[in-house]
């Protein structure tokens, strides 16, 4: 790093994304003001941004706030004053071709007398069975659900989202995310409608101007220290440098977002040992395409498919969120796959293809637009390496000095509020 020009400041928070925001809102709030946040794009947000096309604003797929501790929520209302709604999910699954509530664990009532006495057989056996703590994603399943909602649903449906046998993957991450219903809730889903709303996203709340974009524009008001189009290049953990577009800053403390297995591979000195366990952590990457018709929105936040030959896993109504998300008289979606797609045209024509035999986009409505997201690492995939190697790459950037927060810096299955938090905590930590 000779002769580059350097820079200087107490706090260098890598990222600007929620996580990174959230650390640099803290510090400022708190008077601690010489920090930098840099970021390689040009707006804020990382995946949590907006784009607005010709009337539409369009989120990188679906970003609905799960807002359950009080401070992260005093926090939002107060970046979004006026602007925040509370809505309620209406979610459902496609099943047997037609639409059923979700979670399909809690509704067997909606599916074919066949299917829901295999469930009913499977659940109720599942809780005969004495529990053992379970080797795997696939056992969990099993043993919470039997062996019916396991083949019908949980299975199919997970393994199209991780890309993923879930034989392969752990349990630990599906506390919070995997609506568990016990087996009389199951049941008593199986005669009729379960009035109880299952899961941590049964209320979201989301901005009703701008889309989830304007939660990052309103931190980033306020956080004035920032360094856009600044691509992180290399990290110096023992001489407290890092190079930034052919620039050296040095800092005191170091805020790492960024993702954690291409963060390693930036870190000069870092053992073999911790580089290898970086290699080890798997993600899946999720292409998002997003859809505008001319046709008022379906009152429906989203559709899951869990069926193998469906190529998507999910549908969203981005225009359900706010009206503002679209103009009168149009609505607009999101569709989510997780596959390898090598030609995005011929994809994007099998999926509209697929919608319209479902019924989800009619033969009358007209296209006002659809265009291709990409998010490159999406979810850190539990497997049965993460664990060991997160603790050891963990471990190795703590003892050094440097600060991991949010889903990537982490590399954990987690959420907008988390990042909220985390940034808090760091900031904590910092001062
Ligand atoms: C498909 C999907 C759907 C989701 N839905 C929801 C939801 O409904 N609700 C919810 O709460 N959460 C949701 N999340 C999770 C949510 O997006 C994250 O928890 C949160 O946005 C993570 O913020 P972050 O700042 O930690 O990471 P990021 O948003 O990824 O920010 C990291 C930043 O680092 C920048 N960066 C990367 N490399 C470099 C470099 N070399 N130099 C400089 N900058 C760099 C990136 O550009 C990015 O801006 C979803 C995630 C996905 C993938």
Redesign the pocket.
Known sequence: MKNNPILHTDTLI???????LSTAFHLEKAGKTDYLL????DFF????ASEHIDGFTFD???????LRDSYALRLVRQLLPGNLAKLKRKALVYFEDKLIPFPFQAHLWAVSSQVRQECLQGAAKAAQTPFKKPDNFRQWCLQSFGEGIYRHFMGPYNRKLWQTDPADMTWDWCGPFVPAPDTEQIQAGAVKPNPKPFGYNAHFYYPKQGGIGALANALAAQVPNTWLN???QRIDLRKKEALINGKIVRFQHLIN???LK?FIQMCAHAPESVRQAALLLKHTS?HVLNIAINRPALDISWIYFPQKDTPYYRVGVQSAFAQSNAPQGCSSFYV?TAEKITDFDAAKQAILKDLSQKGIIKEQDKILLSYWQT?PV??AIYDKNRANATHKILGWLNKNGCIC?????LWEY??????LLQGRQAAQKVL
């Open positions: 890598l990222g600007a994304g929620l996580s990174g840099v970021e390689k794009n947000g990382g995946l949590c990188f797929s679906g970003h609905l706030l799960h600044a691509q992180v977002t960024l993702p291409a999720v989510e998010l999406a979810y927060v949010g889903r990537y810096g987690s959420f907008m509020e988390r990042s």
